[in-house]
T-cell receptor, first 114, second 111 residues
Framework: SAVISQKPSRDICQRGTSLTIQCQVD?????MFWYRQQPGQSLTLIAT?????????ESGFVIDKFPISRPNLTFSTLTVSNMSPEDSSIYLC???????????FGPGTRLTVT | DAKTTQPPSMDCAEGRAANLPCNHS???????VYWYRQIHSQGPQYIIH???NNETNEMASLIITEDRKSSTLILPHATLRDTAVYYC????????????FGTGTSLTVIP
């Protein structure tokens, strides 16, 4: 299994500002993903973070709003740009496991936008 | 990926078996059934997966019907720590490893 850490664990931000969330894995992984979980809701996939190329975004999510970096096989960042209260969510990083069967999730970053 | 249908909530007495159903009537031949759970304020945790045979590990058993249109996750002796939201997901093996989560079943284990 992979051990995943995220920073910050939580933050309170003002509308119009941006926040960058970091995801660090303790081993090299091929696939990294970012999810959003709005209050009381299930997880929604935002994008696949590709190493060495642009992220692949799901329908409804765009690079200008959620720019993603993946500089190497153990690290990725997600930026939530020009935040509004509707962006208040838990943001989770996940990685693909050996054999591509299961995914391992980080503890999440709880974001509140005021 | 095929969609799944789960009951929104269930209760189970502590020490008893918890049987969580999932319907996936449009599942394709190359799609696996996965189960994850999310304990409050934590990231989802992998439980088990299977293609067509029943599977068992240290956490749970997965029973898949012969036509593969439904499955049941069994927690043999539920404890209070098993209180969580349980997600049933179907996904093909070669689809880039993304998971698309449904609404899940909120299981409450009662003392």
């Amino acid at each position: 299994s992979a051990v995943i850490s995220q920073k910050p664990s939580r933050d309170i931000c003002q509308r119009g500002t941006s926040l960058t969330i970091q995801c660090q894995v303790d081993s090299q992984v091929t696939m990294m993903f970012w999810y959003r979980q709005q209050p009381g809701q299930s997880l929604t996939l935002i994008a696949t973070a590709n190493q060495g190329s642009e992220a692949t975004y799901e329908s409804g999510f765009v690079i200008d709003k959620f720019p993603i970096s993946r500089p190497n096989l153990t690290f990725s960042t997600l930026t939530v740009s020009n935040m509004s209260p509707e962006d208040s969510s838990i943001y989770l990083c996940s990685v693909g496991g050996q054999g591509a069967y299961e995914q391992y999730f980080g503890p999440g970053t709880r974001l509140t936008v005021t | 990926d095929a969609k799944t249908t789960q009951p929104p909530s269930m209760d189970c007495a502590e020490g008893r078996a918890a049987n969580l159903p999932c319907n996936h009537s449009t599942i394709s031949g190359n799609e696996y059934v996965y189960w994850y759970r999310q304990i409050h304020s934590q990231g989802p945790q992998y439980i088990i997966h299977g293609l067509k045979n029943n599977e068992t590990n240290e956490m749970a058993s997965l029973i898949i019907t012969e036509d593969r249109k439904s499955s049941t996750l069994i927690l043999p002796h539920a404890t209070l720590r098993d209180t969580a939201v349980y997600y049933c997901i179907v996904r093909a093996e070669n689809t880039g490893n993304q998971f698309y989560f449904g609404t899940g079943t909120s299981l409450t284990v009662i003392p």
